[in-house]
Structure formats: structure tokens, C-alpha cells
């Protein structure tokens, strides 16, 4: 695979986190626990893959500068700010989250989740808006 072909990868390992950890809260809330486990594993695993293959991609490829003009710069930006202030907070909290659950401290587990759940999908979901705006906008 070359090199260009990575950010669309992470894209859609961006977007299949998401879909993960939206059918894993469904199950949780469905009362199906193994599912709801298998699923959060399976985003885990899914955005770790993510993270390495974006750090794999830059450190070849270095940076790509935004190209759009007008009222749509000042979005990608807002966007790009948010989403990087975010996955960097995310990660802290989904392995506590992640820790909580698979010691099956679920009291704190749930405390934890409500705010990693939601921080998470945003994250997973803005990083596929920042690849459409950054390679596919204009």
C-alpha cells in the first residue's frame, strides 16, 4: 500500500471505531454485556490501530496543509483544534474506562464512560470530517 493511500485507511478506521462504540453503547443499553465488552474491544483495538498507522503516516509523510479559502477555513480549523484537544484528552480516559470495565468495577467504570463515550465518538467522528475537508474539499 503507498504512502498516499494511508489517510483514507485511518479514515475508515476512524469511522468503524465509531460505528463500534455506537452498536457497543446499544448493546450496554440493551443489557448485553459480553456483546457491549466485545464491541468496546473491538473500538479499542480498532483506534489503537488508528493511532498507529496516522503517527506511521506522518512520520513519513509530514504534515498536509490545508487548501480551502473563505468561511470554510475558519470550520476546519474549529474543527482541527477541537478534535486534536480532544484525542489527546481521550486517551487517558478510555484506558481508565477501559480498565474499569475489564475489572468489572462497573459503578466507576459508568462514571467514567459517560464522559468517554461521547468524547470518543466526537473524536472518531470529526477525524473522518477532517480527512474529507483536507483531501477531498475543493
Do not use: C, D
Not at 464512560?113 to 466526537?122: E, F, G, H, V
Request: charge should be positive.
Amino acid at each position: 500500500m503507498g504512502l498516499h493511500a494511508w489517510p483514507a485507511v485511518n479514515a475508515l478506521l476512524n469511522l468503524l471505531s465509531a460505528l463500534l462504540l455506537t452498536v457497543g453503547f446499544v448493546q450496554i443499553r440493551k443489557g448485553r454485556m459480553q456483546r457491549h465488552r466485545a464491541f468496546m474491544l473491538a473500538a479499542f483495538l480498532t483506534s489503537t490501530a488508528f493511532l498507529a498507522s496516522y503517527l506511521g503516516y506522518h512520520y513519513y509523510a509530514g504534515s498536509t496543509r490545508f487548501q480551502g479559502q473563505g468561511w470554510i477555513r475558519g470550520v476546519y480549523f474549529a474543527i482541527l483544534i477541537s478534535h486534536s484537544f480532544l484525542a489527546a484528552l481521550v486517551v487517558p480516559l478510555v484506558l481508565l474506562t477501559l480498565s474499569r470495565g475489564l475489572r468489572e468495577r462497573f459503578p466507576a467504570h459508568r462514571r467514567v464512560a459517560r464522559w468517554t463515550l461521547p468524547i470518543w465518538l466526537y473524536v472518531s467522528v470529526t477525524g473522518v470530517l477532517v480527512y474529507l475537508m483536507l483531501y477531498h474539499l475543493g
